[in-house]
């Protein structure tokens, strides 16, 4: 493996680890918003 393709994988080794824990807490909260969409008080205005 040459000294480059050690480097890329290397930063998208620790890339992923991120990318991974902010796209969980995206989906999370986008699920959460939704669910409590359907327990909001539908009379408020």
């Known amino acids: ?3 480059l393709e050690y480097v ?3 930063i998208l080794g620790y890339a992923a680890i991120p ?3 902010v796209a ?3 989906a999370v909260a ?3 918003v ?3 969409s359907f327990t ?3 009379n408020k205005t």
């Open 19 to 21: 990318t991974i824990l």
């Open 40 to 42: 909001a008080d539908k």
């Open 30 to 32: 986008g699920v959460s």
């Open 8 to 10: 890329i994988w290397h």
């Open 34 to 36: 939704f669910a409590l």
């Open 24 to 26: 969980g807490f995206v």
């Open 1 to 3: 493996m040459s000294t």
